[in-house]
């Protein structure tokens, strides 16, 4: 156990996609988990590992009630508006939750001395690769108000390590996907924007088919290129990466992906293999600010955290997700 008997580590978030396969996995190790969500995107029913508390960042006494009342030694810290198009259309929403919000948190880690924290972050921090594979030292030029913010909040844990000693590990994920293999949670998104699942639904005719947001990229079949990692990856990516910080009482960021890219159409072909049947899919034009390959080197994690993807093949990572999605949405069968 990370901190012997006593203390629980805070998950903001932990009902969400990511957040509660970090909870799983955390549960798995034997650490005590308590999740602060305010459930406005989280699901109560994902919250299966720890106690619940409901509650927003922005309720800082709510917030220091719960550091008290369990003992926080270290916090996870997922809780964020993530959809990139939506945060264009409403910047103020997307500084105000999530800036203004991990502002709260971390002057309530300072409150109770709760000094080391793991951050959701993002490869939109990078804005348009300049090189590819990309790796940590890559600049980061978001292009986003989304991955401005998460710029801004690795700016605040740089900032509030020099003046407080917050020691906060930022991990940038390219594109997480698929669903814990024992399909006890999964991805469910309202709205969904993401293209497995968005695929998924095609195949299970559901929703009007899929677009392909433009085929005249510069790749070999002219989709956009990602780099997906299994959110089971990305969890045990996340307990490794808690360990780090706790060991090496340092502030740094890894990058978390597959290292493999596959293009919109693979993945479609992939979606098509493992469901069985045809994805309904028609060539729309370009999503704004889409770049055409986002491929992560993340030999830093692999080095450092000791962390070897389990899932690198996009098939294996959509089979996971078929098969939440027929357990979450069952008139799809
Ligand atoms: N796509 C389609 N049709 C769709 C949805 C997506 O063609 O209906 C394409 C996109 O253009 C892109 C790829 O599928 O090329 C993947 O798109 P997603 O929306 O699934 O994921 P993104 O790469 O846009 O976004 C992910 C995360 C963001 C993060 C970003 C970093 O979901 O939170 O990576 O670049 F900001």
């Not at 809780?79 to 105000?96: C, H, R, T």
């Not at 020691?167 to 814990?180: E, H, I, P, Q, S």
């Not at 370009?286 to 992560?296: C, E, F, H, Q």
């Amino acid at each position: 156990m990370l901190f012997g008997k006593a203390g629980a580590v805070l998950v903001t978030g932990g009902a969400g996609y990511v957040g509660s396969h970090i909870c799983k996995a955390l549960g798995a190790c034997g650490i005590e988990v308590v999740v602060y969500d305010n459930l406005w995107i989280g699901h109560e029913d994902f919250v299966k590992w720890g106690t619940l508390e409901r509650g927003s960042l922005h309720d800082t006494e709510k917030l220091s009630e719960v550091f008290k009342k369990h003992n926080i030694r270290a916090v996870m810290h997922f809780a964020a508006f993530s959809y990139v198009g939506e945060s264009v259309k409403d910047p103020s929403s997307y500084y105000g939750n999530n800036v203004v919000g991990t502002l709260a948190l971390l002057d309530t880690m300072v409150e109770h001395g709760v000094s080391h924290l793991v951050f959701s972050s993002t490869s939109a921090t990078y804005g348009m690769p300049l090189t590819t594979p990309i790796n940590e030292t890559h600049p980061q030029r978001p292009i986003n108000p989304y991955g401005k913010t998460k710029l801004v909040i690795e700016s605040m844990i740089d900032d509030f390590d020099v003046a407080y000693g917050i020691k906060g590990v930022k991990l940038r994920y390219f594109n997480a996907a698929g669903a814990d293999p024992e399909c006890e949670i999964g991805e469910d998104h309202d709205p969904e924007t993401h293209l497995i699942p968005l695929a998924l639904d095609a195949a299970a005719g559901r929703g009007p088919g899929l677009t392909i947001f433009g085929d005249d990229y510069d790749t070999e079949d002219g989709t956009c290129i990602r780099d997906y990692i299994h959110v089971t990856d990305l969890a045990d990516a996340h307990v490794k990466a808690l360990e780090y910080v706790i060991e090496s009482n340092e502030t740094t960021a890894f990058n978390l992906g597959n290292g493999n890219g596959f293009s919109v159409k693979e993945v479609i072909k992939a979606v098509e293999k493992v469901t069985g049947r045809p994805v309904n899919a028609a060539i729309g034009p370009r999503r704004d600010g889409d770049p055409s390959a986002l491929v992560a080197s993340s030999d830093k994690a692999r080095r450092l955290l000791l962390w070897e993807p389990a899932y690198p093949g996009i098939e294996d990572i959509v089979r996971d997700a078929w098969q939440w999605y027929q357990k979450r949405f069952p008139s799809s069968d």
